[in-house]
């Protein structure tokens, strides 16, 4: 079973922290992850390919070796992603051809990326020794600009660049849907995001949303492949004057993993990746218009890398198919009929899932015929068993499922020497530990459950269940068969040994949330991928790793509060317990088992307090002054370029064919008055959420503030007078570029939507003369000039283009001001502070930078830089998001922090901000560290900048 999670590596551009999080994917019973690779961050100027900083790949590749957990590496060359351009990059916007087909100006100017990130990724393949398993060609090749239709020779052009890269292992890809694009791959596979995006109404479910109809394409297209689902629904991505990320981890929250992650068991998909497992963070200008600074998604991880429930309930799910190989060989039965079947109740759909080369186990998914109800239905399972039909619960009753639940029911599954019959409590996992199986079986607090169990032939003796440690009750009876059936309810723990050889643990659901099941490392390179002599462990908010030297079992792993520990282990690897690094004082339990308890080590930070701190600051808007000059800027003078999107000016007025894809953008148009104008109309595009301001002069004529749905905006700016015929003039336009558009369609030109000025005219003025259009985006364009931090973090303030962004900067001239003073004219202020932490090691104290909203002069917006790194977007009358998660190792834990804020009132009145503060997310001990923070490289005058 390849169980796999979605990083995104470009995501987090804290090298030691991949393995935090990777670590965390593992202990939740994964086997694998999966990522995208961004082309257009690894080749912004054309044919300069870096792996600098960030952007090198081998630190995440070994980290995933380490943790245990194979790759599937998706280098795109279109990833869509949510990112800016879908991966593609800037320069592609204004290079002709189709893109996304097999055009030969397309093919030459991927293969070079497709060259150089193959090779990387080659000698990671795991018959180099690396973890890579499978590799993507392309993403979602599903849907295509009309005329335009499905590109073959495009498919086996990129089949054939990606092994002449040296990739050998199985070449996949993602279709949209079950549909049966780019089926010429080794190992076809599909996409599902079945509870769709609306982060708003997180309750609401679609009544049909369960996807049965995949297993009949699954037969028709590749019945001979593991039923392969690249990217299922982990969450859901949030827009600009969204809802919010915490309603999208509601809306995929645990009761949503229950019922879709089960039906797509049902269909026996064995290559099962969650999209996103973590999200991490838009930082720099990674984002596409469609989403904001955080790309938490609502995920299992939070973008802070702590734990939500779903977490833990995605845990029980992975560590039980870990444990199943009978699932990797099984087929579903019934897919079409499963309503009513074999409970007799039409509100209930189940499949049968059977073991076809076993022939022996069979898995009975159980779920609400309509997926969105909240009713309550009982019933009673009429199953076919190695023993024949048996009406369970046999012992009487029957059994329930809640609204928006799911369950697998297992029939003569094994489990070491022990065979279950029948369960209808679920299995988290089990093994054989010194002789004994050991089995854990869950479900709902207060639901009646029965599990019949065939034992190994004890000679003369009758198989007896005896409670050895809980308060359930146990009702048992020996069926004809000989198996022994108890039924039970559970409600937190009950131990019960049944004969010499088999101990059950009977858990609740929350119970069952804090097992961890760990694997001492074998030996060798893969070391850690071992999948033999499980530990199971009982406690902690998070457990990592198991190691066993000398009799001694080492425990890591992260608490958040007292753990009580409950430790399953084999008696000689279990001599002595610690946990990291402390010896525990272990109790034996009447039953064999460890216990101990540990308190969590959490000291009291001290954090600053932002405000009170000394700031400078400066103006960041000296274009509209007299004396600045543009000499330097860009010349608008280009009459056409590539691209089919419509424009009306007499050159070409957006900024990309000038090398400028991100952040903002600025324009001064200069020009000689014939005396009548009285204002300036443009039309200017900026994508989703955008905003503009404009001065004629060193004043200001108006501004577009924002808003969450448009990403043009056509209108008049009146000048303050009339102006003296024949003097000249400047118009200066202050923009943002909030990100390359995707391209999710094949032979799509939406990547090329223009950013700037697509038409504009003097009021009463037909005849005004410009002289000349110039622009700036981020200094140098795509030279840029910060390759450690990469290209798209630095935008064309007058702050980004000198560096007063970057720590080491000297601002001591500078005035004294704070961002909550702010400015009381439109424009563009810049702040600086510093700041030092001193958190300890062992512990992992996340931090945010936390606005509140501000009612005066409410339009405005404001960037974070972090030790030079721009880590949020803050649009104060948009949102939605006010808190910006910054890691260590960004934040500087053990010394001085550099702290600026960039802040752009498009109010008449200025703006400022109402508070900033930084605030720990959670507190946990940790095993994990130190952290190696990220390169953050000084200030240095820029000769160039403008
Ligand atoms: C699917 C993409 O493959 C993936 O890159 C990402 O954009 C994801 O959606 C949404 O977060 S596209 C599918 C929803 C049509």
């Not at 080659?122 to 392309?138: C, F, K």
């Not at 109809?213 to 297209?221: A, D, M, P, V």
């Not at 509060?561 to 109790?587: C, G, M, Q, W, Y």
Request: hydrophobic share 35%; aromatic share 14%; glycine share 10%.
């Amino acid at each position: 079973m390849v169980f796999s999670g979605e990083v995104h590596p470009f995501r987090n551009p804290v090298q030691s922290l991949h393995f935090d999080v990777l670590q965390k994917i593992k202990s939740m019973g994964f086997s694998a992850v999966s990522i995208y690779i961004h082309w257009g961050l690894l080749e912004p100027e054309r044919g300069e390919i870096s792996f600098e900083g960030f952007r090198d790949l081998q630190p995440f590749f070994d980290a995933a070796k380490k943790a245990g957990l194979y790759v599937i590496a998706r280098p795109g060359p279109y990833i869509n992603a949510e990112t800016a351009g879908g991966g593609l990059p800037g320069w592609g916007t204004y290079t002709p051809g189709l893109w996304r087909t097999a055009n030969a100006s397309y093919v030459e100017a991927y293969q070079p990326y497709i060259k150089a990130v193959g090779e990387v990724i080659a000698n990671n393949q795991i018959t180099h020794g690396g973890p890579v398993i499978l590799v993507q060609a392309e993403n979602e090749y599903s849907g295509f600009w009309p005329p335009y239709t499905e590109d073959f020779e495009y498919e086996a052009q990129l089949l054939k660049d990606f092994r002449n890269a040296g990739i050998v292992v199985p070449i996949t890809t993602n279709d949209a849907w079950p549909g049966g694009h780019f089926t010429s791959v080794d190992i076809y596979g599909y996409d599902s995001y079945p509870n769709g995006f609306d982060c708003a109404h997180p309750y609401v479910w679609s009544p049909d949303a369960v996807p049965e109809y995949f297993w009949g394409s699954h037969e028709q297209l590749n019945p001979e492949d593991p039923n392969a689902v690249y990217e299922f629904q982990g969450g859901g991505f949030d827009g600009w004057g969204g809802a919010g990320y915490e309603g999208c981890s509601v809306l995929t929250g645990p009761e949503f993993e229950r019922v879709f992650y089960k039906n797509q068991y049902a269909m026996s998909t064995t290559i099962f990746n969650i999209y996103m497992t973590f999200g991490g963070t838009n930082w720099g200008g990674i984002s596409h218009p469609g989403v904001y600074t955080s790309y938490d998604y609502g995920a299992a991880i939070t973008e802070s890398r702590v734990l939500r429930e779903k977490y833990y309930e995605t845990k029980l799910q992975a560590n039980f198919l870990a444990v199943s190989p009978a699932y990797l060989t099984s087929k579903p039965q019934n897919i079409g009929s499963t309503q009513g079947s074999f409970t007799g109740n039409s509100a209930l759909k189940t499949t049968q899932t059977l073991d076809v080369v076993g022939n022996k186990t069979g898995f009975y998914i159980v779920r609400q015929t309509d997926a969105s109800s909240f009713a309550v239905q009982s019933y009673n399972l009429t199953l076919p068993t190695s023993v024949g039909a048996l009406q369970i619960p046999v012992l009487g009753g029957s059994l329930t499922l809640s609204g928006k639940d799911s369950k697998i029911h297992v029939v003569d599954y094994a489990a070491g020497s022990t065979t279950l019959l029948y369960s209808t409590s679920e299995i988290l996992t089990w093994a054989t530990i010194d002789g004994q199986d050991i089995i854990l079986l869950y479900g709902n607090q207060g639901e009646l459950h029965e599990t019949a169990f065939i034992l190994p032939q004890t000679p003369g003796s009758s198989p007896f269940a005896r409670v050895v440690s809980g308060t359930a009750t146990i009702k048992q009876q020996v069926l004809p068969s000989g198996a022994l059936a108890i039924q039970y309810t559970a409600t937190d723990q009950t131990v019960v040994q049944i004969g010499p050889k088999l101990k059950v643990f009977i858990l609740d659901r929350s119970t069952a949330y804090q097992y961890w099941v760990l694997h001492p490392p074998t030996v060798g390179s893969f070391a850690s991928f071992g999948t033999e002599n499980p530990i199971i462990v009982k406690g902690g908010y998070l457990l990592r790793t198991a190691s066993v030297s000398d009799g001694n079992l080492a425990i890591t792993g992260d608490l958040n509060d007292t753990a009580t520990f409950e430790i399953i282990a084999p008696a000689a690897s279990s001599r002595t317990v610690s946990f990291n690094s402390e010896k525990l004082n272990t109790k034996k339990t009447s039953y064999g088992t460890l216990t101990a308890s540990r308190n969590a080590h959490l000291p009291d930070v001290d954090l600053p307090k932002l405000n009170s701190l000394t700031w400078r600051a400066a103006d960041s808007l000296p274009e509209i002054l007299p004396n600045y000059s543009d000499e330097k800027w860009t010349v608008a003078d280009l009459e056409t370029t590539f691209n089919e999107w419509n424009w009306t000016t007499p050159l070409i007025l957006f900024s990309s064919p000038y090398g400028y894809h991100t952040g903002n953008i600025l324009w001064r148009a200069h020009f000689t008055a014939t005396g009548m104008e009285t204002g300036f109309s443009a039309n200017i595009s900026g994508g989703l959420a955008f905003a503009y301001s404009m001065w004629l002069d060193d004043s200001f004529i108006g501004a577009w503030t924002g808003d969450a749905p448009s990403d043009t905006h056509n209108d008049t700016h009146n000048f303050p007078s009339p102006l003296v015929s024949g003097s000249s003039h400047i118009i200066t336009i202050l923009m943002d570029h909030m990100g390359i558009e995707q391209s999710w369609a094949g032979a799509s030109d939406w990547f090329r939507m223009p950013r700037g000025v697509l038409g504009y005219s003097f009021v009463n003025s037909p005849d005004t003369n410009v002289t000349a259009w110039k622009l700036t985006g981020n200094l140098g364009g795509e030279s840029y000039v910060d390759h450690v931090r990469g290209p798209l973090n630095e935008g064309g303030l007058y702050a980004e283009r000198q560096g007063w962004h970057l720590p080491g900067f000297d601002d001591s001239k500078w005035a004294l001001g704070k961002p909550t003073e702010g400015i009381s004219n439109p424009g563009v202020a810049f702040y600086r502070t510093t700041f030092d932490l001193n958190i300890p090691h062992g512990v992992d104290y996340p931090l945010a930078f936390v606005f509140t909203n501000s009612t005066t002069n409410p339009h405005f917006r404001a960037k974070l830089y972090v030790n030079g790194y721009q880590f949020g977007r803050y649009i104060n009358h948009i949102g939605p998001q006010k808190v910006f998660p910054v890691p260590q190792g960004i934040l500087r834990y053990n010394g001085q922090n550099t702290l600026a804020v960039s802040l752009w009132a498009t109010d008449a009145g200025g703006a400022k901000i109402n508070s900033l503060n930084l605030e720990l997310r959670q507190k946990v001990e940790t095993s994990f560290g130190p952290i190696d923070n990220a390169p953050a490289p000084t200030w240095r005058q820029r000769p160039n900048a403008f």
